[in-house]
């Protein structure tokens, strides 16, 4: 039985988020046109098609050949309807988050080598297996955000030349292997958060790579080594709130020419080394957006002398300055630590 209508006409960009095809049933629904429920969504322009399957549709047994986009999404599949993507080999977006998925095939993605974009959103994959990406040279956009991955191996992004933005947050990734991001120069975005890291190895960001964008939130992370984040020169936004830092070493922001966003609250700093903040923000330069240093057990006595100096500089640039406050020693305890700056 055919399960595949369609039902708008070309015209419009194919490059369909989920918010298009939403607002395209939503049109149709509009117009008095009751969809049928088995059938997925199609829409068709000059570049392809484009198909969205959500339940209760039947997912197509034979895609069309000149499908661009195709999601699958909110079925609670563990496994792919077989040989899903031969049919499609100009696939450029596959979107399949809301699954059950828990391995895939190392075939999956090799009909589809012109594929950009893959959303594995809140599945339950464990692991990847070694050469899923081998033909995935032109993927620049990777989702595994909300999965079960608990280890990476170092070759597990080998194929990935075009990557530019990649999502692992929401798994349960323990560790990193050092050589993971050796083969993605050109990644730009790196979202880590909501994990379990509890430390990076070594060298993990060296380069060819050159973030803008890194998101380390929400893991276990005690201290900042000094070597890190010094060959993400280019870094702009870095978010490293919701971890237990208590140690940062003095030269761990040293190459950081370019930062605008620094999130550094609810951590478990007591104090920062002199020389940290040389590098950010006035007089050196201008932190665009802003940086956040609440909820952290602040000490306020001469160790921070240097941070003092520093905040009165770049005060406007400082946010939730009410809940960035003194736990000691007695004399300042409850003070914001920016009153105490300024006392000084
Ligand atoms: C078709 O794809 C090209 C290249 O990606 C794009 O520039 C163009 O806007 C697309 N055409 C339509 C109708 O969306
Ligand atoms: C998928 O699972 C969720 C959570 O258990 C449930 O609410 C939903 O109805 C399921 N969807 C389908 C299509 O079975
Ligand atoms: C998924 O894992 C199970 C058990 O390890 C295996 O039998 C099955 O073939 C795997 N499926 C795929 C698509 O690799
Ligand atoms: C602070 O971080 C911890 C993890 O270190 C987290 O469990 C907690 O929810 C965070 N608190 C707030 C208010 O976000
Ligand atoms: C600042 O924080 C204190 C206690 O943490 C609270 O009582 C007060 O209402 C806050 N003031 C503002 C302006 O948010």
Known sequence: APSVVACSPGGLN???????FLLLLSVASAQGVPPDPTACLV???VNGTSIACEPPAKVPRRL???TIHLAVEFFNFTRLPAGLLRGAPRLQELHLSSNRLHNLSAELLQPVPGLK??????NALSRLPPGLFQASAALHTLVLKENQLRALDASGLHG???LRHLDLSGNQLRTLPAGLLANVPDLRVLDLSDNQLEALPSGFLRGPLCLERLHLEGNRLCALAEDLLAPQVDLRYLFLSDNKLAKVAPDAFRGLRRLDMLDLSNNSLASVPKGLWASLGRPTQNLQYGFDLSRNPWVCDGHLHDLFRWLVDNKEKMFFQNDTRCAGPEAFKGQTLLEVAESR
């Open 14 to 20: 194919p490059h369909l988020s989920r918010t298009v």
């Open 43 to 45: 829409f068709q322009s």
């Open 64 to 66: 069309p050949a000149d």
């Open 117 to 122: 974009v893959l959303d594995l959103t809140r």
């Open 160 to 162: 990935l030349t075009a």
